[in-house]
Structures are given as C-alpha cells and as structure tokens.
C-alpha cells in the first residue's frame, strides 16, 4: 500500500513525482533525516547555510531516482539512504557554486544564500556538501558507485566551464547547448538512476537501462525548463521567467529565434544577449520572437523525443508501480511547459 | 642510489626537501606525468587555468609525504602515484578557493589564477580538480584511503569557513587560531601521510605514526609561514611580507602582540586589523610591535615544540634513509623561520 493510499488521498489528486515520492515514502523521509544529520558542523554557518538551500523546497528529483532505482531492483538493505543523501549533497553543492558563478538573486523563490551570506561562506560550504557527498558514498562500501558519481561530478564541472564560454555569445551552436545540458543537467539525473541499480547489484542490462533513463529525463527536463522562462503561460501562472534572458544565457529557444531572426531581430538579439544594454521591456519582446519563430515548439518537440527515448530505456525494468510512476513522470515534464 | 647521487650532487648542495624528493624522484616523476595526464579536459580553459597554478613551482609536499610513507612503509606498487597526484588535486582545488575567498593577487609570486581568468573559471576548475581527485583515489581501490581524504576535505572547508569569522577580528582566541590551521594545513598533511602508510597496508603503529608526523609537520609548517610573513628578515632576503597583515587576517603573531599591547599599539591594531584604513607604512610598525612583544619568538617556540612531536611520531616507522629524511624536513621546517 502506497502512502497516498494510506493517507486517503486519491492519487488523481497527486502529480507524478508526488506519486513517485509517495511509492518510497519511508526511504525519502530516512533520506531527509540523513541530510540533515549530515550537515552538522561545529561551525554553524555551515548548516545554517546549507539548510537555506536545502529545505527551500527542492523537489528532491536526484535522490528520488536512486531510492526509486534501488527498490525497483529489489534492493533490500539501507545504504541506498545514504547514497541519496550524497546525490542530493552533490547537487546542492553545485546550485550553491552556480548561484555565486551566474551572481543570482534568487533561487527556489528565496534570497540566493550568496546573498544572504555572501559569496564567500557559498563556495567553502559548496566545497563542505561535496566532501560530505563523498564520506557518505564510502559508507555505502561500493567503489563502483563512488567511481560514477566522482566521474559525473567532473563532468558537471567541466558542463559549468563550458557554459561560462556560451555566455552572451549568439554563435553559441546547438550542439555546444547540448553538450552543455548533458554536462550540467542529464549526467547527475543518470548518475542518480544509475548508481542506484548499482548499489542494488542489479543485471548490467537494468543498470543500463537507468542510466539511459535518467540521461534523457534529464535533458528533457532542461529543455522544458529552458522553454519555460520564455512563456508568456508561466508568467501568467505567477512562475518565474526571463531568469535565463535576463542574464543573457544562450538556451535553444534563443539559438532558434536567432537563427530564424530578420535584420530588426538579430539587432535585437545582438544588442540584449551580446552588447547590452538590455531594458525591461526587453523581454516581453524576446518572448514573442521565440514564440513566432517557433522556437518554443521546437524545443518542446526535442524534449518530446527525449521523452521518448526515457520511456524506452526503462523497458529492461521490471515491471510495477515504480515503473509505471517513472514512466509518467517523464510524461509529466512535458506537461510542465504545454 | 638516489638521484642526487646519481647526479653527482653533494647531499649537503641540498635543502631536507630536495633529499626527500630525490629519494622518491622516479616515483615523483611519475607523479608529475598522472597530474598532467588528469588535468585534461575537451574544455581547454581547465587544463590552461589548473597549469597555472600546478606548474609555477609548488614545492609537492603533501604529494611527497604520500609517496615517502608508501615506500618506507615498504609499498612496492604503483597504486601509490595516483594517490599523490589526488593529494596534489585536492590541495590545488582549496588554492583556487581560497584566492578567490581572499580576493588574492598573486600566488607563488605569479599572478593568480582569479586575476587572470576571473573568479568564475577558478571556482569550476577547482570543483573539477576536487572530482578528478576522486577519480583518481577510486583508481587505487581502498576504501579506507577515500574514507581518510574526502574526511579531510571536509575538514579543510570547515576550517575556511572558521578563517571567514576570525578576519578583522582581534578576539579570535589563540584556540580558534589553532583550530584554523589544523584544519586548513595540518589535516592534509596528516591524510597525505597517512594514506600513503595505509595504501602500504602497514601496521596500524606505523599508520597511527604517520598521521601524527603530518599533522605536527602541518601545524609547524603553518605557524612558521605565519610568522615570516611579519620577519624582517624575510624582506630583506626577498621573500613576501605582510600579505596576512594586509588582508587583516588574525594570525598567531598578531593574536599574542595584541594581548601585550599597551593602549598606543591596541588602537593601532584595532584600526589596521579591524576597521581600516591601513596604510602603505603600517606594516613596517607592525613588524616591530611583533618582534618587541616577543611575539614572533613564542609562534617560533611553539612551532619547535610540533616538530618535537613530529619526531617523536615517527619512532615506530622503519629505519632508513626515508625516516632520516622525514626527520631533516621536520627539523627544515623551522629553519626557514630562523
């Protein structure tokens, strides 16, 4: 019985990644207490810190691919807990660096801890959560696990360098922008998934299968994100957009418009991403463009086939609620941005 | 035959230092060629920025603890070298954090790397630096090696973060200080040495032995480093001065010339450590209150009393030119203070 049965709420009323958090309930909890045992420190700036980001309402993605990964290779133990608590541990590291790299100001709807704290205590605690990550993975006394998620945590890092390159550059191309999601997003969703199986001892064809799983959920959600902060539907949900114009990221739907733009767009286009200055109003108008050209719906038309391929990949499973869930939420990315 | 022999170099042509590198200079070598080798990267800034630093002169202490332990504890793989080359990524890393926490302007009399590239590249390399740390301790395949390094990591990032509350803070205690450089510098001293014996599989004597050594060589080091930084001497012999005293922080000299200060040099010390401006000729006056307290005298004094203890650490270990060499560093340590 599912904790949302248990509850008595009827699961219509829950979204895929609910559902999913509600199928490994007891280890998702087990997960947060050990987040939070783990941050301590004699310096308390470091879980004061820490917990800002941590308890802000991230949906726990990461660490709910491992849990769900692990139970659906029949996983017996409780070690798959402590090497969520690591995936999570890697990923807030990475938020915390990114935020003081991109000069945020908010992030999750709060004040970015860089600028509650500075930039200072934000990179030394990024550097304490990932360290962290790592005594936690030994815990789980699998190398080969520790051998996945060191390798995708040098990857994210070399995804980040190259990101800083595309910054207010139009002749960013598709495939840098692909490389750089691959490296920044889809490689911690597949090391999640996949170090998961791993820990479980599952066969090599379902290991692979979750990694595969993952790596196109991953992208997928990136593309739709990426969609999303050009939506003129978002901002009228009261979500967030223009994060990424406003600081002259060049995602795909921007590599798209620009690459359909007349004259007047890509003098536009040039002056807001490349030159500045760039006006507040600014947007409103970037947003048609992407929208006109169709950019929007093409990105979402590659997220789609992402989908796909996710949905694919997770043929090797076996089959059960957790794969019926993980199916779904990767339907459920696509219908953030619709 | 060492290589100092082997060249034809007097013994005494050479600093303690220099000896212990000679007695390891094969595996050193091959040390130098995995850091290179690892440092690679498609994304040509990582390896442009991470030379920077790794190539302009360092002197590979901690590397060299790790692969004198392993030898003298008798090791006769190869595993060894990429132990070092981690030791020598994670102590990279903390420098590009660290100068990009202190806002540095050079490092090892070069540029560094935050001036060059700017503080974005230095915060992502190092991320990267750290992972490929990881990467490289997974290779030698001990668990209880990742278990003693990513433990230390996280050590070292605590004690940055404790460094952040003691700048400009002139009651930062003489406890609060050690605690600082036993966590910046003598933790990875004493993770290098002590992996190294571990790597060996030496007898936990040896083991216990070792950790000791580096973490008492760790805390001399950095008292000492401390206390040039206010020598006269060292001005006139060439070397940086008043590189702690410019960015106000509270080291052991400043600590015990400010509790024998009479009123005059309190508020001197309160306007140049704590509320500024500090000026071009204050270090020079800063200079004599540490050297008239007896300041400079006692840091010295305690730092003799940890090469004591370094010493005394290695008494389990095996005989031989290592041992001897181990001794003369320990012993060097405090010279270069003199």
Not at 69 to 84: E, F, K, P, Q, T
Not at 108 to 116: H, M, T
Not at 143 to 170: C, F, H, P, R, T
Request: contains cysteine.
């Amino acid at each position: 019985m599912s904790t949302a049965e248990a509850l008595k709420i009827p699961d219509t009323a829950l979204s895929p990644v609910d559902r999913l958090h509600a199928l490994v309930a007891a280890d998702m909890t087990a997960t947060d207490r050990a987040i939070h045992d783990r941050l301590g420190s004699a310096v308390s700036l470091i879980p004061d810190l820490a917990k800002h980001l941590i308890d802000s309402g991230g949906k726990r993605l990461r660490p709910l691919l491992t849990l769900a990964a692990a139970r659906m290779c029949g996983y017996g133990g409780d070690r798959h807990v402590r090497l969520a608590a690591a995936v999570e541990f890697i990923h807030t590291a990475t938020l915390l660096h990114d935020d003081v790299v991109d000069a945020s100001e908010l992030r999750r709807g709060k004040l970015a801890a860089n600028l509650v704290w500075g930039n200072k205590p934000s990179i030394l605690v990024g550097d304490f959560l990932f360290s962290r990550a790592f005594q936690l993975m030994v815990e789980t006394g699998k190398m080969d696990v520790l051998n996945i998620l060191a390798g995708a945590s040098a990857i994210i890092a070399e995804g980040e360098v190259l990101q800083l390159k595309s910054a207010n550059n139009l002749k960013t191309s598709e495939e840098d922008y692909l490389r750089v999601i691959e490296a920044k997003t889809a490689t911690l969703f597949s090391a999640s998934a996949e170090s998961g199986a791993l820990l479980a001892g599952a066969p090599a064809g379902q290991i692979a299968g979750l990694k595969a799983y993952g790596y196109n959920l991953g992208i997928a959600f990136q593309l739709v994100d990426d969609a999303l902060d050009y939506s003129g539907r978002a901002a009228q949900m009261g979500k967030s957009v223009g994060d990424d114009f406003r600081e002259a990221k060049v995602t795909l739907p921007v590599i798209l418009a620009f690459s359909r733009a007349d004259d007047e767009a890509r003098i536009f286009w040039a002056r807001t991403i490349e030159t500045g200055p760039q006006h507040e109003v600014d947007l409103k108008r970037a947003i048609a463009y992407v929208e006109e050209t169709g950019a929007i719906a093409d990105t979402r038309d590659m997220a789609r086939r992402y989908v796909d391929a996710a949905r694919d990949a997770l043929a090797p499973l076996p089959k059960g609620e957790i794969r019926d869930s993980l199916l779904q939420v990767a339907e459920f990315s696509l219908g953030r941005a619709s």
